[in-house]
């Protein structure tokens, strides 16, 4: 009864899925807190309409949460992009420019854009995964398909906060209480 459970269960499956990746050592991100954050430019999409962005024009402004999700519609990375919406006027305040990365296609994105993420931020293309693997986002056992990675990206460049689990919710508390933390070390101009 209980396999039958587990593998009727979706989040069942994905809790089992990410034990079992965490305990091969699968689940990992290259980039630790410290190193520099490649730059990039991708295609987005904000609020169904077709933006640009760029890494270092988006660092002139203050840091940068850059997440990466599997894939738009699905439950985890919908749940996902509407706590960032809701939180992004906490992100604001401190100067921060969320932005989301999938190998969702454009016009998926711009579907996503206007309905979970609410015209909030902006989520980018990465088709040909050029940006996950800079980042290491990759996720392992699904070739194609970004890992849930969060990133605080500082102004200098450098990795601030990096955190990666299956949790959406603790993305969005952990990504804020970095950018939180990081304003308060910065002197007032």
Known sequence: ?????IYQNFWLKTLLLACVLNFAGLAHAQL??????????????LAGEVVEFNLDEALK??????????????????IEAQLFAESINDFKANKATVVGMSA???KTLKEFSSGPCA???????????AIIKKYDAAL?????VADRISYVITPDKKIYEM?????????????LAAVQAFAKTQVPK
């Not at 909030?120 to 990465?126: L, P, R, T």
């Not at 392992?140 to 194609?144: E, H, I, R, S």
């Not at 955190?163 to 990504?175: A, C, I, L, S, T």
């Open 1 to 5: 009864m209980i396999n039958r459970l």
């Open 32 to 45: 630790k807190v410290g190193d520099a954050a490649p730059s990039f430019q991708a295609i987005g999409a």
């Open 61 to 78: 402004k203050g840091p940068v949460v850059l997440y990466f999700y599997p894939k738009a519609f699905t439950s985890g990375c919908t």
């Open 104 to 106: 969702d296609n454009m």
């Open 119 to 129: 015209g909030k931020f902006i989520v980018a293309a990465d088709e040909d995964q």
């Open 140 to 144: 392992k056992v699904w070739p194609g």
């Open 163 to 175: 955190y990666e689990g299956f949790n959406p919710e603790q993305h969005v508390k952990r990504m």
